[in-house]
């Protein structure tokens, strides 16, 4: 398998809305979604070809192995590249990662230091707790130093690490005001006026002595190619054509212009240490519990699980993509034992499922191939967190690998349910908050 990364330009406001269900407001997306890229780059490989829809799956080639094939080309989403560094913001190469829904900080002043109160992850502390049946309620320690509220709450956000330094990944956005034409003269038609929700295509990099200066908003993700030759002819299209390409909604008005450029990467391959570095961790924030308690352990507490610390290999899965999970033909948040060892193709019995921290919401879209819109989706919210534990690390460490690339649930092919084994943000914890 090859990867492929794309670097997108904004170079005109992106019109690209996720109406939810029932509603009528259509707000944005502060990303760009997988399948609005697979859609747009299958658009125009169908322009350059002149197929039509009905010849593709017995004609359709090279276009037929990328997109309805079994193991079809992954489309992940592309986030932003433009981090919040100190007071500027400015465009990193850093990679870009999605918070675990664990990640907590102070509910007075939300944030990465310096500017906010600091942010930490309460996964591995959370799971002492309750193995010591002990109440566990964290709180923002710089926000207890200034005597200000020192509650915390969930912080959602993009980021990435720049010179050591944690900072945040966002966009802005505006609302465009349009009216109606009436076709027939020529003019602002009555009673037709809107206003479409659009991401800005640029932001101030710097203003000092009243010189502003302003960059084109720039989104970073990512193609996941099972044939080499296939990876290596989808990279010369993109190359080829990469200022024709448009995305999202409006883009008969000027809306949606972007510039892709694409360059195929090695594959990541830090697995198993990110793996025994969580364990390592976990370990040690294990023994900081033994201590605090004396060594006491509950009458609950068995023999069993203070060995199983030691036998046991622990991992977790962290959803870095909205994913849609079925369970029995039924919609689910949880990824359940059974589904894990279906999605990895491993048979091991000694697979536990310790927690589970996820939400959910409703997905839909609009399918331009067809002209019909897409089946409301349940979807589990990416940054849910699944911790799970195995006496077998070596049945599970090339299958997580692979999971990583494949993602799980339904639609992947689209960028839905990318996920990341052991985000290393889970071993920041409260006394070392960033």
């Given at each position: 398998?090859?990867?492929?990364?794309?670097?997108?330009?904004?170079?005109?406001?992106?019109?690209?809305?996720?109406?939810?269900?029932?509603?009528?407001?259509?707000?944005?997306?502060?990303?760009?979604?997988?399948?609005?890229?697979?859609?747009?780059?299958?658009?125009?490989?169908?322009?350059?070809?002149?197929?039509?829809l009905e010849n593709l799956a017995a004609n359709g080639g090279d276009f037929a192995d990328l997109f309805l094939a079994e193991n079809p080309a992954i489309f992940q989403n592309a986030y932003p590249a433009v981090a919040k560094v100190g007071s500027k913001h400015q465009i990193?190469?850093?990679?870009?990662?999605?918070?675990?829904?664990?990640?907590?900080?102070?509910?007075?002043?939300?944030g990465f230091f310096p500017k906010g109160h600091g942010v930490f992850d309460t996964l591995i502390d959370w799971f002492c707790a309750e193995q010591f049946n002990h109440p566990y309620d964290p709180s923002s320690l710089k926000a207890l130093e200034q005597g200000v509220d020192p509650r915390v709450e969930t912080y959602n956000s993009l980021y990435s690490k720049n010179n050591g330094q944690h900072c945040t990944h966002t966009t802005t956005s505006r609302l465009l005001t349009r009216v109606g034409i009436?076709?027939?003269?020529?003019?602002?038609?009555?009673?037709?006026?809107?206003?479409?929700?659009?991401?800005?295509?640029?932001?101030?990099?710097?203003?000092?002595?009243?010189?502003?200066?302003?960059?084109?908003?720039?989104?970073?993700?990512?193609?996941?190619?099972p044939n080499n030759s296939l990876a290596k002819k989808l990279t010369g299209f993109i190359k080829a054509n990469s200022e024709v390409f448009r995305l999202g909604g409006s883009v008969s008005r000027g809306l949606g212009k972007v510039k892709i450029t694409a360059e195929e990467i090695p594959l990541p391959d830090n697995i198993s240490?990110?793996?025994?570095?969580?364990?390592?961790?976990?370990?040690?924030?294990?023994?900081?519990?033994?201590?605090?308690?004396?060594n006491r352990t509950p009458n609950s507490m068995s023999d069993t699980l203070i060995e199983s610390l030691?036998?046991?290999?622990?991992?977790?899965?962290?959803?870095?993509?909205?994913?849609?999970?079925t369970d029995n033909w039924q919609r689910t948040?949880?990824?359940?034992?059974?589904?894990?060892?279906?999605?990895?193709?491993?048979?091991?019995?000694?697979?536990?499922?310790?927690?589970?921290?996820?939400?959910y919401s409703y997905s839909s879209g609009w399918n331009?191939?067809?002209?019909?819109?897409?089946?409301?989706?349940?979807?589990?919210?990416?940054?849910?967190?699944?911790?799970?534990?195995?006496?077998?690390?070596?049945?599970?460490?090339?299958a997580l690998s692979k999971l990583e690339l494949r993602g799980v649930g339904d639609r992947t092919s689209e960028g839905f349910g990318q996920v990341e084994i052991c985000n290393e943000f889970h071993q920041i914890f409260r006394e070392c908050a960033v």
């Open positions: 398998m090859k990867r492929i990364e794309l670097t997108i330009t904004a170079l005109s406001p992106l019109a690209i809305g996720k109406q939810k269900p029932g509603g009528s407001i259509n707000e944005v997306e502060q990303y760009i979604p997988g399948s609005v890229l697979r859609g747009a780059i299958a658009k125009h490989i169908l322009q350059r070809t002149g197929m039509e990193v190469n850093n990679t870009i990662k999605v918070l675990p829904t664990t990640a907590v900080s102070s509910k007075a002043n939300p009436n076709r027939y003269r020529a003019t602002s038609s009555d009673d037709i006026l809107y206003s479409i929700e659009v991401l800005n295509e640029a932001f101030i990099a710097a203003n000092e002595s009243r010189n502003i200066t302003w960059k084109n908003y720039v989104y970073r993700g990512y193609i996941n190619v240490s990110r793996i025994d570095a969580f364990n390592q961790a976990l370990h040690k924030r294990w023994q900081d519990w033994s201590d605090a308690f004396g030691r036998d046991r290999t622990f991992f977790t899965l962290n959803l870095h993509s909205d994913a849609i999970l948040t949880v990824i359940s034992l059974e589904m894990l060892k279906e999605f990895a193709v491993v048979e091991d019995p000694s697979l536990q499922l310790h927690t589970a921290y996820s939400s331009s191939a067809w002209g019909l819109m897409k089946d409301v989706e349940l979807v589990t919210n990416k940054g849910s967190v699944y911790l799970f534990s195995t006496k077998n690390p070596q049945l599970w460490k090339n």
